[in-house]
């Protein structure tokens, strides 16, 4: 240990040390000739005895010197030195490999950052890999395969699950909610989760300060409780809303206008139990009745499914155990939670369908659905980014190489050898990459959180912890050894494989094949820069063909506010009076053209509503389980305020209320679907609903197709129901509903206030949330218009490395053939015959480089196939295009320097040697 | 240059010399070499190639210290001392060295 430090003293004063020792020897020196003008010799010969007795002091010098350092290192830490100096010496050079290096490894380190939060990294719990979720069975050749996507469950079956401890070592139920904080008018949105007793036990999670709740505070469990609920904060809303202060505890919070006392903080790491969310407070389940009131989940006739359940494992078991085990006690739990009001055939369907449970990170939460794909595609596209960036670094050093030929001859000719100079070459290549690699470092960390926070929407918002961490460091070094493998080896060996003798030759004739390397690289960067561009077009195309989608109704000018009568006091049927009165005040706005409610809106990104339909009178035969259709519980005048045409029959009207004759409005897709298309006015429908079989519907009205929920699929069959005559069956949907304002001329966003001081004259106790439908239709392409930007902007900036480098290479070829060519333009060929022969050999290369570039993008094509929309992924079209325009690109990539090398008068051209 | 191979085949001989030179009294390099020739009747001559590499070496590892100081005939020449650690390595070295001598002329004295 000593030793390495004064190992390390010597490094930092070498330089001091070295003259000591120069001193020291030449002492020596002196004292051997002093003794032998002792001898009898005069100073002269003295002098030249005692030199050469004293022999060679460099090699004295050098030998004390490696006791301290290794020669190795010293020769390391040459190299170094030299290497920065020479890329010092081309700056202009080195920036362009730097930039373009840190482009790439800066792209790569980013979208890995995010695939690693979203994709890879674990829950920050105790032993996340023993957790499984409860999940959907994979149900093959069912129209929507849900499988691995967590369930939903109702209390009631939850509660069959706590009763039964022994299936697993812990087992946790959870909802994320929205919730507002305060009361009354003056409310705070917050993110919200209602947890198990067990929640914190099983999961493992300390609580900074204070406590985390348990069984011991639900009072129907243990008859201590009874006083105010608790409620658990994260480390990010203590800082927001205490300040991060001590006495937060025992502080009692309004949510939902329900009093919660603060009991603990969670740490800073722990964002909640699903990654990409997070949380402000979590609350227990036993409190919910206290919110909710009478449409409390754990009432008996609750048929809310909000709970997602979670299991640890034992020991032993493993998840497909674990779901056999629960599947043995299935029939119980089943018989025992069926729903009174489920008809037939959903009362079979629910006692077979069977519980499975899988592991963490293999189930399909709806992040990784939501953004796995995308996230891949983008990183499969920095990756080739960076695969062009390497080619062109690559050329450039080669070129170097070739012009340092006299240096390197030099070198091998005074002894050093070929590895002492691959060992150089290669300093120099790792030391741009430890420069690209900083700053791409750099780079990334600014890109990753631009990228997220564009990607996350208020509808689905992302949170994710983006700090850098041990894998993220490590992928980029690794990222940055393997462009270095890349780009630097090759050249190295190259270069270095020169004769001693080259140094004596002023013009060597080499037949050089290192054009057949660059050509080579030039080909493979031109071939990825096509399926780069070819994706891109691809995946620009579809979110253009999205934003051109025909909706269905006109999305401008119109404003959605979201009515939440869910805090307040307000008495559950005394709800769809109260909204029909706030409507009835706005449309009397000036400014407003229209008002309507609506229990959707039309780009809804949320669950959306489902309606089993039994039968159709006169349509055709539907199986057992009925049809499915889209459903809107909407006001009158709601296909007015939309713009939707309707195409025959009439609109709701007043007098379909309760107890007038069940009305129903359908659309194209609907009488198409279960009518093939006949005209429906005047049919009648029989719906599934929950408790008695209504009523059949008459169908008083047909309307024109509409886009519902995404607008990636094609419009759905939808049926709409009057609002006013279904309020008692769809209450519990009911606690929130859309009025839809249309303003009469300009910005929708202008009427806010005044719609909310409206509203407020009719009832103070609604929580309201504005948007404007333009708002909501961008924030549902939010994932293809990022999409679009990025592999846009990828695809330009391969466009351009693939342009430099053919640049480069054309340059360096048209310089070789300097004499030819001035020899032909003495002889007198044009300017342009010189061009166009540079240009044909410059065109095998690029045709060449876009044949294998179309054949590959044919076979990458299919990878994005589920991202695309309108678009076939062979679209020949975007093919075509893709290859002109590398064409094109190349074509004035290789022109400049052919005609620079035409301009040059040949004498100049001749004499140069 | 002078005859030192045979210094070569055990190797830590030299430092082992050194140190038992430098053992009396401080002295510089060239000193060190000097009195090594003396007492060895001119068998020993070490070169500077090997001898202030080993002088570096002890320095490295901490047996002995150098300072600058006055030569006699008033150069600047650094002189080494043993340190505490190094004199106690003396008597380390000097029993291996002894236990090694004793295991060679075993071997070569059996037949």
Known sequence: MRQTLRRLWFVIRHRQLDDQLAEELEFHRAMKQRDMEAGGLDTTDAAFAARRAFGSGALAHDQARDAWVPRWLQGVAQDFRLASRVLMSARLVSAVAILSLALGIGANTAIFSLVNSLLLRQLPVRDPGRLALLVEPARPGAADNFGGVPSRLRYAVWDQIVRRPQLFDGAIAWSSTAFHLGAGTDTEPIDGVWASDAFFDVLGVPPVIGRTFSAADNPILSDGGGGEPVAVISYSFWQRHFGGAADALGRSIRVDAVPFTVVGVTPPEFFGPEIGRRFDVIVPLWAEPRVHGRESWIAPTSLSSPLTVMARLKTDQTAESASAALRGVQPHIRSATVPESYPEPFRSQWLKDPLTLMSVSAASTSIRRQYGRPLLTIMAVVALVLLIACGNVANLLLARATARRHELSVRRALGASRWRLVRQLLAESALLAAVASTLGLLVASWASRVLVRQLSTDASPIFLDLSMNARVVVFTVGVAVTTVLLFGVLPAFRASGIAPSDALKTHTATTDTRAGVANGLVVAQVALSVVLVATSVLLVRTFVSLTNRQLGFDPNRLLVVNLSAQPTAIDPNQRVTIYERVRDAVAHLPGVAAASLGSNTPIVTGPMLGQPIKAVSGGTPLPPRGGLSALNLVSDGWFGTLTIPIISGRDFSERDRERMPPVAIVNQAFARRFLNGANPVGHTANLFLPGPPPPPVEIVGLVADSVYGTLRSPEPATIYLPLAQLSEVASPFLASVNLTVRASRGSPALLITSVAAAIGGVSSGLTLTFHTLNDQLDASLAQERVLAMLSGFFGGVALLLAALGLYGVTAYAVARRRMEIGIRMALGATAGIIVRTVLVRVAVLVGTGVAIGALVSLWTSRFVAALLYGLQPRDPATLVGAAAVLAAVAAIAAWLPAWRAARVDPAIALRYE | ?111
């Open chain 2, 1 to 111: 240059m002078g005859r030192d191979e045979s210094l070569e085949l055990l190797p830590g001989t030299l430092e082992l010399l050194i140190l038992k030179t430098l053992a009396g009294d401080a002295q510089h390099g060239y000193g060190i070499a000097q009195r090594l020739k003396m007492l060895s009747d001119e068998v020993l001559q070490v070169g500077e190639s090997s001898l202030y590499p080993a002088l570096q070496r002890l320095l490295l590892k901490g047996w002995v210290k150098a300072e600058w100081g006055a030569s006699e005939n008033n150069r600047r020449a650094r002189y080494y001392t043993l340190t505490a650690v190094g004199r106690k390595q003396l008597a380390v070295e000097r029993d291996e060295f002894d236990r090694l001598i004793l295991a060679i002329h075993k071997v070569l004295n059996t037949a």
